[in-house]
C-alpha cells in the first residue's frame, strides 16, 4: 500500500478512520460538548460532505462549493442515522482510496470550482487526494479530542494514545 492510500485509510500520521469511529453509539456521536461547535456526527458527516465534492471533481463533475461554511455541515433537521453516515464515508473513503492506488489517474488534472467571482482552479488528481488527506486529518483529529472528553478514547481495538 502506498503513502497515500495508508493516509487515507490505515494508521498513517495518525489512527485510521475506522478505528477512530470504531464503537461510537448513536447517542455518542450526536452528544453536543459544552464549547465544541460540532458533534462526532457534524465532523464526519463535513467530512463526508467535502469527500464527496473531492471525488465529483476528480471524476470531472464540477459541483459548485457552498456559499457559506456553514452549508458544508448537517442542518439541524438532518435525519439521516449514525450508521447510515458512517456508511456512506467509507464507502466514499474507499473510492478515493481507488483514486490514490491508481497510478494513471493521479496526474489528471482536475477543475475545483471557486468562490463565485474567483478563478476556478485546477489541480491534479494526486493533489486533490492530499487535500482530502489533510482535511480528514483534521478534522478526525476534532473527533479523537471529542472522544478524549467524553471518556470514549481509545476505541477497544487500541488507537494512538499519546
Given amino acids: 500500500?502506498?503513502?497515500?492510500?495508508?493516509?487515507?485509510?490505515?494508521?498513517?500520521a495518525a489512527?485510521?478512520?475506522?478505528?477512530?469511529?470504531?464503537?461510537?453509539?448513536e447517542e455518542a456521536a450526536h452528544r453536543q460538548i459544552a464549547g465544541a461547535p460540532h458533534t462526532i456526527f457534524g465532523e464526519v458527516w463535513h467530512v463526508t460532505f467535502w469527500?464527496?465534492?473531492?471525488?465529483d471533481w476528480v471524476?470531472?463533475?464540477e459541483t459548485p462549493i457552498p456559499a457559506h461554511a456553514s452549508d458544508g455541515f448537517p442542518a439541524a433537521d438532518e435525519a439521516e442515522t449514525w450508521e447510515a453516515l458512517?456508511?456512506?464515508?467509507?464507502?466514499?473513503?474507499?473510492?478515493?482510496?481507488?483514486?490514490?492506488?491508481?497510478?494513471?489517474?493521479?496526474?489528471?488534472?482536475?477543475r475545483c470550482p471557486s468562490l463565485p467571482g474567483k478563478p476556478?482552479?485546477?489541480?491534479?488528481?494526486?493533489?486533490?487526494?492530499?487535500?482530502?488527506?489533510a482535511h480528514n486529518a483534521y478534522h478526525?483529529?476534532?473527533v479523537v479530542?471529542?472522544?478524549q472528553i467524553m471518556g470514549l478514547w481509545p476505541p477497544s481495538s487500541g488507537g494512538f494514545t499519546w
Avoid: N, W
Wanted: proline share 1%; glycine share 6%.
Fill in 145 to 147: 479530542l471529542l472522544r
Fill in 86 to 110: 458512517r456508511t456512506r464515508f467509507f464507502q466514499g473513503l474507499d473510492e478515493a482510496a481507488a483514486v490514490a492506488r491508481d497510478e494513471g489517474t493521479l496526474d489528471t488534472q482536475v
Fill in 120 to 133: 476556478v482552479r485546477v489541480m491534479t488528481a494526486r493533489e486533490q487526494i492530499e487535500s482530502l488527506v
Fill in 140 to 142: 478526525f483529529g476534532r
Fill in 15 to 25: 489512527a485510521s478512520p475506522s478505528h477512530i469511529l470504531e464503537g461510537l453509539t
Fill in 1 to 12: 500500500m502506498k503513502e497515500l492510500e495508508r493516509a487515507l485509510i490505515a494508521d498513517s
Fill in 59 to 61: 471524476r470531472g463533475i
Fill in 51 to 55: 469527500q464527496q465534492v473531492t471525488l
